[in-house]
C-alpha cells in the first residue's frame, strides 16, 4: 500500500504515531509499538478498540475505525481512521457548560449504562496488583500508607463491565461534530467502569493532563463543572452495583 508520512503525533506511552497520507486527501494514523516487548500488549489495544468501534459505530460515543494492522519487523502497527478534531485536554478551556454536561450524559448512557458484574475473585486480583506495584516502586510513608488503604478495600465494589481502561481527557478526541473518538484503549488488569471514572477523576481533581501546563482558573472552573456532572450520573446509574455481604 502507498503512503506518504505527513507528520509524528505525539504520546507519551513510546509508542510511535504517525500521521500518513493514503493520497487523493485521505489520510490515516499508524500506531506502532517501538520494541519487541510491547508488541502483544498494543495488538490487545489494537483489538480492544477495533471491538469498541463495531459495537458503537452508530453512537456519538465511539473510535477510530481501525483499517489494518499487521507486523512489521519486530515491531505490532495499526492503522486506523484520522479524526479532525481536539482532544477534551485541549477542548476542555473552550467548552461551555452546555457542551460539558452532554458530553458527560452520552458517556453515561451510551457506555456506562451495561449491567456491571460482580467478580467474587476482585479481591484476590486487585491485592496481587497492589503487591506487584508495591515492589516496582519507590516508597515513601505517604505512598506506603496509600498502598496499605488499598489493600484493605473490598474490591468486590468494583464490579465488571466493558471499559476504556485509560480514560484521560487526552485519550478522548472530540470532533467538530461532537462526537468523542475514544483512542489508546488499554488492556488493562481488570475491567471495570469504575476504572475509566478514577481515571477521569485523576485528571478532573488532580489535573493529571495538564500537568505541564500553568494553572488556570478558567480551566478549573470547567473541571469541577464536570466532576459536578459525573457525580449526578453515577448516582442515578441504574444498575449501580449491588453487593450482598
Ligand atoms: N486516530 C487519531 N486521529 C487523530 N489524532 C490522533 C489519533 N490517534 C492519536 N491521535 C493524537 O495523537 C496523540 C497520542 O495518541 P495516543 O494517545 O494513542 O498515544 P500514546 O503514546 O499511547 O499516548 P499516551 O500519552 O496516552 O500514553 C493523541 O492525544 C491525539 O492527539
Ligand atoms: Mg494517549
Not at 484476590?124 to 496509600?146: G, Q
Request: positive net charge; charged residues 25%.
Amino acid at each position: 500500500m502507498d503512503f506518504e508520512f505527513i507528520k509524528k503525533l505525539t504520546g507519551y506511552s513510546g509508542c510511535n504515531l504517525e500521521l500518513l497520507s493514503s493520497g487523493g486527501g485521505g489520510f490515516f494514523v499508524r500506531k506502532s509499538s517501538a520494541g519487541p516487548t510491547y508488541k502483544k500488549r498494543l495488538r490487545s489495544q489494537c483489538l480492544k478498540q477495533a471491538a469498541f468501534f463495531k459495537e458503537r459505530q452508530k453512537t456519538p460515543v465511539l473510535s477510530p475505525e481501525v483499517l489494518r494492522y499487521g507486523i512489521e519487523g519486530e515491531n505490532f502497527y495499526f492503522d486506523m481512521e484520522f479524526v479532525r478534531g481536539k482532544t477534551l485536554a485541549e477542548f476542555m478551556p473552550v467548552a461551555s457548560i452546555s457542551e460539558i454536561t452532554y458530553f458527560v450524559k452520552i458517556l453515561f448512557s451510551h457506555i456506562y449504562n451495561c449491567d456491571a458484574v460482580e467478580n467474587t475473585k476482585a479481591n484476590t486480583i486487585f491485592r496481587k496488583k497492589i503487591s506487584e506495584l508495591a515492589e516496582n516502586i519507590k516508597m515513601s510513608e505517604p505512598i506506603r500508607k496509600s498502598l496499605a488503604l488499598l489493600k484493605s478495600f473490598d474490591w468486590r465494589y468494583a464490579s465488571e463491565s466493558p471499559c476504556h481502561g485509560d480514560l484521560t481527557l487526552e485519550n478522548i478526541i472530540v470532533a467538530p461534530d461532537k462526537k468523542l473518538y475514544l483512542i489508546d484503549f488499554l488492556d488493562s488488569f481488570y475491567n471495570s467502569y469504575l476504572m475509566d471514572l478514577a481515571k477521569l477523576f485523576r485528571d478532573l481533581e488532580l489535573g493529571w493532563s495538564f500537568r505541564k501546563q500553568p494553572v488556570s482558573t478558567n480551566r478549573s472552573l470547567r473541571l469541577l463543572i464536570a466532576k459536578e456532572a459525573i457525580m449526578r450520573e453515577l448516582a442515578e446509574l441504574e444498575n449501580a452495583p449491588q453487593i450482598i455481604t
